[in-house]
C-alpha cells in the first residue's frame, strides 16, 4: 500500500484533511486505530470561521441537515440566573461573519465528513491501524510502520512508503512524540468536563432550550446548546477537581454526585439541569502549550493537524474548528507547492501563530469564565460593556 498522502488519523481532523486534499485531486490514505467509528456523543459549537470552511467543500446542505442555528447566546450568572450580555446569531451577525453559528452532535459531524470522503471522493479510511513511526528514505519519501490498533487482535505490522504523513492523530500523537522528542506529555488542566446528550423532550419543559446558555460561578461553567435540529440539548459543566488516573480516555463514566456538589449554591436552572440529566460522562481536560515556530508543526515530509499539533481548552469552542481550518489551509498550499516538504513548511507557516493565538485565549477565557471576587466582579462588567470583544472571538 504505497501512496502519496499518509493520515494518521480518522477523527474530524483527519477525516477533514483527507476532504480537502481529495476535492482538489490528491490521493489520500487515512489510516485510523480504532476497530469502528464510534465518535463520542458529544457537542461541538461551530463559529461562522468553520461554517465558511464546510460551506465552501459543499457540505452546506449536509450540515443544514445536522445542525442546529441557535439564535441567541446568553450568558448567565451561575449563582442568580441573571443574565451578563447577550449575542445574537442573527441575520446581521450570518451577513457580518458570511456564515451563520451552528451547534451539531460531533458524530453526526464526523459521520458527515466521513460519507463525503466515502461517497464523493471513493477515499476508503482503513480501520485497525496505528502509526507506529517513520523513517526517511534515501531515494525520498518515507516508510511509515503500521501496526494493528489496540484493539485488534494479535498484533500484525506492515510498512507504507509515502511522500508525506499527516499527524492528525489527537492530543496523544505519536506523530508528535517523534517530531519533537523530549517534549513533555499533555498536561492536565485541573478542569473536569461533565458533559451530557439528551433529549430535549426528557427535561422539565423550563429546562429546554434552543438557544446556547453559558452559566459562570466560581470556579465553574455550564455550557448548554441544542444539537439535531433542537432535538437534542447538550449540556457540558466545566468544574475544577483532581486529576482521574487515566487521562487518556476521554470518556469516564461519571458521578452525578460528585457533579451536584461541586454545583451546590448554584441557580435553580443549573442545578435542575444537573438532577434532571441521569447520566453524565467525564472528560478530563488536557492541553499542550502552542508550539513557538511553523518549524515544531512540519519539518521535512512530516506535519502535524488538529489537536495533534494545537490541543486547547475548550473555552473558545474552537478545538475542531481550528482542525478544520487547518485541513483547508494543508489542501491550499499543496495545491500551489505541491505534495513535499515545500508545501508543509508553507501550511505550518501560515497556521502555527494563529492557532498559538487560539490556544492562548482558550485559557485566558477559562481563566475569565471561572474567575472569583474582584476578577469576577470585573468580568461581569466587562461582559456588559465589551460582549464579544471581552472574549475575542476568532471569527
Ligand atoms: P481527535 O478527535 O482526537 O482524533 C484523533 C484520531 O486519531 C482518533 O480517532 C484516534 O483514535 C486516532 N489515532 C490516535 N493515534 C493514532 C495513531 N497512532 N495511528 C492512527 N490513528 C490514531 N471544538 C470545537 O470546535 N467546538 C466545540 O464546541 C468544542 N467543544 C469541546 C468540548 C470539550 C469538553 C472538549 C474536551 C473539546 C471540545 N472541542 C471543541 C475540541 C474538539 O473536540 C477537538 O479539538 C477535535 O475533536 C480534535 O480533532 P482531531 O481530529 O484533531 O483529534
Same mark, same amino acid.
Given at each position: 500500500?504505497?501512496?502519496?498522502?499518509?493520515?494518521?488519523?480518522?477523527?474530524?481532523?483527519?477525516?477533514? @484533511?483527507?476532504? @480537502?486534499?481529495?476535492?482538489?485531486? /490528491?490521493?489520500?490514505?487515512?489510516?485510523? +486505530?480504532?476497530?469502528?467509528?464510534?465518535?463520542?456523543?458529544?457537542?461541538? +459549537?461551530?463559529?461562522?470561521?468553520?461554517?465558511?470552511?464546510?460551506?465552501?467543500?459543499? &457540505?452546506?446542505?449536509?450540515? %443544514?441537515?445536522?445542525?442546529?442555528?441557535? +439564535?441567541?447566546?446568553?450568558?448567565?450568572?451561575?449563582?442568580?440566573?441573571?443574565? &451578563?450580555?447577550?449575542?445574537?446569531?442573527?441575520?446581521?451577525?450570518?451577513?457580518?461573519?458570511?456564515?451563520?453559528?451552528?451547534?451539531?452532535?460531533?458524530?453526526?459531524?464526523?459521520?458527515?465528513?466521513?460519507?463525503?470522503?466515502?461517497?464523493?471522493?471513493?477515499?476508503?479510511?482503513?480501520?485497525?491501524? =496505528?502509526?507506529?513511526?517513520?523513517?526517511?528514505?534515501?531515494?525520498?519519501?518515507?516508510?511509515?510502520?503500521?501496526?494493528?490498533?489496540?484493539?485488534?487482535?494479535?498484533?500484525?505490522?506492515?510498512?507504507?512508503?509515502?511522500?508525506?504523513?499527516?499527524?492528525?492523530?489527537?492530543?496523544?500523537?505519536?506523530?508528535?512524540?517523534?517530531? &519533537?522528542? !523530549?517534549?513533555?506529555?499533555?498536561?492536565?488542566?485541573?478542569?473536569? /468536563?461533565?458533559? #451530557?446528550?439528551?433529549? +430535549?423532550?426528557?427535561?422539565?419543559?423550563?429546562?429546554?432550550?434552543? %438557544? *446556547?446558555?453559558?452559566?459562570?460561578?466560581?470556579?465553574?461553567?455550564?455550557?448548554?446548546?441544542?444539537?439535531?435540529?433542537?432535538?437534542?440539548?447538550?449540556?457540558?459543566?466545566?468544574?475544577?477537581?483532581?486529576?482521574?488516573?487515566?487521562?487518556?480516555?476521554?470518556?469516564?463514566?461519571?458521578?452525578?454526585?460528585?457533579?451536584?456538589?461541586?454545583?451546590?449554591?448554584?441557580?435553580?436552572?443549573?442545578?435542575?439541569?444537573?438532577?434532571?440529566?441521569?447520566?453524565?460522562?467525564?472528560?478530563?481536560?488536557?492541553?499542550?502549550?502552542?508550539?513557538?515556530?511553523?518549524?515544531?508543526? #512540519?519539518?521535512?515530509?512530516?506535519?502535524?493537524? !488538529?489537536?495533534?499539533?494545537?490541543?486547547?481548552?475548550?473555552?473558545?469552542?474552537?478545538?475542531?474548528?481550528?482542525?478544520?481550518?487547518?485541513?483547508? *489551509?494543508?489542501?491550499?498550499?499543496? %495545491? @500551489?507547492?505541491?505534495?513535499?516538504?515545500? #508545501?508543509?513548511?508553507?501550511?505550518?507557516?501560515?497556521?502555527?501563530?494563529?492557532?498559538?493565538?487560539? =490556544?492562548?485565549?482558550?485559557?485566558?477565557?477559562?481563566?475569565?469564565?471561572?474567575?472569583?471576587?474582584?476578577?469576577?466582579?470585573?468580568?461581569?462588567?466587562?461582559?456588559?460593556?465589551?460582549?464579544?470583544?471581552?472574549?475575542?472571538?476568532?471569527?
Amino acid at each position: 500500500m504505497d501512496t502519496p498522502i499518509l493520515i494518521a488519523g480518522g477523527g474530524i481532523g483527519g477525516l477533514a @484533511a483527507a476532504l @480537502a486534499l481529495a476535492r482538489n485531486g /490528491a490521493h489520500v490514505t487515512v489510516v485510523e +486505530q480504532a476497530d469502528a467509528w464510534a465518535e463520542v456523543g458529544a457537542g461541538i +459549537q461551530l463559529g461562522p470561521n468553520v461554517v465558511r470552511v464546510l460551506k465552501s467543500w459543499g &457540505l452546506g446542505d449536509g450540515l %443544514q441537515r445536522i445542525a442546529s442555528f441557535p +439564535q441567541l447566546l446568553r450568558v448567565r450568572d451561575a449563582a442568580n440566573g441573571n443574565t &451578563l450580555g447577550t449575542l445574537h446569531f442573527d441575520a446581521r451577525f450570518a451577513l457580518r461573519y458570511g456564515a451563520p453559528y451552528a451547534t451539531v452532535h460531533r458524530a453526526d459531524l464526523h459521520q458527515l465528513l466521513l460519507q463525503q470522503v466515502q461517497q464523493q471522493y471513493a477515499v476508503q479510511p482503513l480501520l485497525q491501524r =496505528q502509526v507506529q513511526g517513520w523513517k526517511r528514505l534515501e531515494q525520498g519519501g518515507l516508510s511509515v510502520d503500521l501496526a494493528a490498533g489496540p484493539m485488534a487482535g494479535p498484533t500484525t505490522s506492515e510498512s507504507v512508503r509515502a511522500q508525506v504523513l499527516i499527524g492528525a492523530d489527537g492530543l496523544w500523537s505519536q506523530v508528535r512524540r517523534q517530531m &519533537l522528542p !523530549g517534549e513533555a506529555a499533555p498536561r492536565y488542566s485541573g478542569i473536569l /468536563a461533565y458533559r #451530557a446528550l439528551v433529549r +430535549q423532550d426528557s427535561l422539565p419543559p423550563a429546562l429546554r432550550s434552543r %438557544q *446556547v446558555t453559558a452559566w459562570l460561578g466560581d470556579r465553574m461553567h455550564m455550557v448548554q446548546y441544542p444539537v439535531r435540529g433542537g432535538s437534542h440539548m447538550n449540556v457540558v459543566a466545566l468544574v475544577q477537581g483532581s486529576r482521574p488516573d487515566d487521562l487518556q480516555n476521554w470518556d469516564h463514566a461519571a458521578n452525578a454526585g460528585h457533579l451536584r456538589a461541586a454545583l451546590a449554591g448554584t441557580a435553580a436552572p443549573v442545578i435542575g439541569m444537573a438532577e434532571a440529566i441521569e447520566h453524565w460522562r467525564l472528560w478530563p481536560l488536557c492541553d499542550r502549550p502552542p508550539v513557538r515556530s511553523a518549524a515544531e508543526m #512540519a519539518q521535512g515530509r512530516v506535519a502535524l493537524l !488538529g489537536d495533534a499539533a494545537h490541543p486547547m481548552r475548550p473555552f473558545m469552542a474552537q478545538g475542531a474548528g481550528m482542525a478544520l481550518e487547518d485541513a483547508a *489551509v494543508l489542501a491550499q498550499c499543496m %495545491q @500551489a507547492d505541491g505534495i513535499g516538504e515545500k #508545501a508543509l513548511y508553507r501550511y505550518a507557516e501560515r497556521r502555527w501563530q494563529r492557532c498559538a493565538r487560539v =490556544q492562548l485565549r482558550s485559557i485566558r477565557n477559562g481563566n475569565i469564565f471561572h474567575s472569583t471576587g474582584m476578577m469576577r466582579w470585573g468580568r461581569d462588567l466587562g461582559m456588559r460593556v465589551l460582549g464579544e470583544r471581552l472574549l475575542d472571538v476568532p471569527w
